[in-house]
């Protein structure tokens, strides 16, 4: 079988390989097109008007009800003074303390000369070549109100080429754990976690379709390839098997088979995980003193298996802990009740359709500290593996127009007590 993908998995390889010293060209000179005086003075502004907000509580749910933690200390990520473009854009450094990041930025705001700053070299930080420019450019509220615009202009275009490739009944079964089942209506404030949830919906979307316009598994493979260095350029550790997952489901849903499937999630990783490596060989030549064993090799024991008091040491415990997050979401309030109400009768889906469902626990066994610590956001893939669940249970029971679904909701609820039959 690799013999035959062989070519395919060349092409994908010089491609990853190719956009390694891209990234480093675009993060290099990032400094150079932002003004640091511009930036802080936003961020001062955001500050004074609760956009942003100091301490580990938020006040202002509807626009600070997220990660703040990662949206401040991304916002002060490569505003070091006195550092040339280079080590701004690649070893990235950030005001740190003992104190919440949000206390930090906003101490670094009033003087950054003030603060301690410390490097975060183990990421590309893609999401600045968005972010920072906006941030420069425009008050932070206007950063925040176009990750939301964004993420509704991808959202519906996923859901659109995805209701195109599997039904309209299997995209609803799809994303409705998303949006319910996670803080997927909170990701546009903080700006990290939308940018790479947008890579994850508009890539999928892609991607489903070139499978409906029956593109070769060439293009699809390195597509794949594509998508998973785009991803690592852009990504802070949130949601890794999400994307994979869903480029395996569209494949074997559109009966394209399991090989070819499982080829494109091994080269997603592998375009991903390589261009990480390629991250860490570019700090050590921008600062030689970049320790990987320290920075990298040590940090990614501790993220698999390390100890913290939020972490169980057991077999599935990650598992465990990120769906109970799940479905202690706010989403459940509503999501249970619509499942209540419409009671599809639908078949256990076949393995042949829904092992894609599998990737994110396999993820999150193996990153089982990370997983277990994090569990608010990396929730966001088990959400998806419970759509890729769903999609597929509706797919077996051929369910593939959303009028049937309210057929059946009618047929439950008549008065004389109609059993539904399976919709055929």
């Given at each position: 079988m690799l013999k035959r993908y062989f070519p395919a998995i060349l092409l994908a390889g010089l491609l990853v390989a190719a956009l390694q010293p891209v990234y480093f060209l675009l993060m290099s000179n990032l400094d150079r097109v932002i003004s640091h005086e511009r930036t802080w003075e936003h961020i001062r502004d955001a500050?004074?008007?609760?956009?942003?907000?100091?301490?580990?509580?938020?006040?202002?749910?509807?626009?600070?009800?997220?990660?703040?933690?990662?949206?401040?200390?991304?916002?002060?990520?490569?505003?070091?003074?006195?550092?040339?473009?280079?080590?701004?854009?690649?070893?990235?450094?950030?005001?740190?303390?003992?104190?919440?990041?949000?206390?930090?930025?906003?101490?670094?705001?009033a003087d950054p000369t003030s603060v301690t700053w410390h490097r975060y070299s183990r990421y590309w930080h893609g999401y600045r070549l968005y972010g920072a420019p906006l941030a420069s450019a425009f008050p932070i509220l206007v950063l925040k109100l176009l990750?939301?615009?964004?993420?509704?202009?991808?959202?519906?275009f996923f859901c659109s080429e995805a209701a195109k490739l599997i039904g309209v009944a299997a995209t609803i079964g799809l994303c409705a754990p998303v949006l319910f089942m996670s803080d997927f209506v909170r990701i546009w404030q903080i700006t990290p976690h939308a940018i790479s949830t947008a890579v994850i919906l508009g890539g999928a979307?892609?991607?489903?379709?070139?499978?409906?316009?029956?593109?070769?598994?060439?293009?699809?493979?390195?597509?794949?390839?594509?998508?998973?260095?785009?991803?690592?350029?852009?990504?802070?550790?949130?949601?890794?098997?999400?994307?994979?997952?869903?480029?395996?489901?569209?494949?074997?849903?559109?009966?394209?088979?399991?090989?070819?499937?499982?080829?494109?999630?091994?080269?997603?990783?592998?375009?991903?995980?390589?261009?990480?490596?390629?991250?860490?060989?570019?700090?050590?030549i921008v600062e030689p003193s970049f320790d990987i064993k320290t920075d990298v090799i040590d940090t990614a024991l501790f993220r698999i298996s390390g100890a913290n008091?939020?972490?169980?040491?057991?077999?599935?415990?990650?598992?465990?802990?990120?769906?109970?997050?799940?479905?202690?979401?706010?989403?459940?309030?509503?999501?249970?009740?619509?499942?209540?109400?419409?009671?599809?009768?639908l078949r256990r889906p076949p393995l042949a359709l829904a092992w894609p469902a599998l990737i994110p626990i396999v993820w999150f066994e193996i990153l089982s500290n990370h997983s277990q610590i994090h569990a608010f956001f990396v929730s966001r893939s088990a959400a998806a593996a419970i759509g890729v669940v769903a999609a597929a249970a509706l797919m077996a029971a051929r369910v593939t127009d959303a009028r049937q679904i309210f057929v059946a909701a009618r047929r439950w609820s008549s008065r004389d007590g109609f059993r539904m039959r399976e919709i055929q």
């Open positions: 500050f004074d008007s609760g956009v942003l907000e100091t301490s580990f509580h938020s006040k202002n749910f509807w626009i600070t009800g997220g990660d703040r933690f990662t949206d401040c200390y991304s916002l002060g990520i490569g505003l070091q003074p006195g550092v040339d473009a280079a080590a701004a854009g690649i070893t990235a450094s950030r005001p740190v303390s003992e104190r919440h990041s949000c206390d930090d930025l906003k101490a670094a705001a990750n939301l615009l964004v993420l509704v202009v991808l959202a519906v979307a892609i991607f489903a379709a070139a499978i409906r316009k029956r593109a070769a598994d060439l293009v699809l493979i390195v597509m794949a390839a594509a998508f998973g260095t785009l991803f690592n350029f852009v990504d802070f550790l949130v949601n890794p098997p999400w994307m994979p997952m869903l480029l395996a489901f569209f494949l074997v849903a559109a009966g394209r088979g399991a090989p070819i499937a499982l080829i494109c999630v091994a080269t997603w990783f592998s375009a991903y995980g390589a261009t990480w490596v390629a991250k860490w060989v570019a700090a050590f008091v939020k972490v169980w040491h057991f077999p599935l415990a990650a598992t465990a802990k990120v769906f109970t997050n799940a479905f202690l979401s706010w989403g459940m309030l509503i999501l249970l009740p619509v499942l209540l109400i419409f009671r599809l009768p």
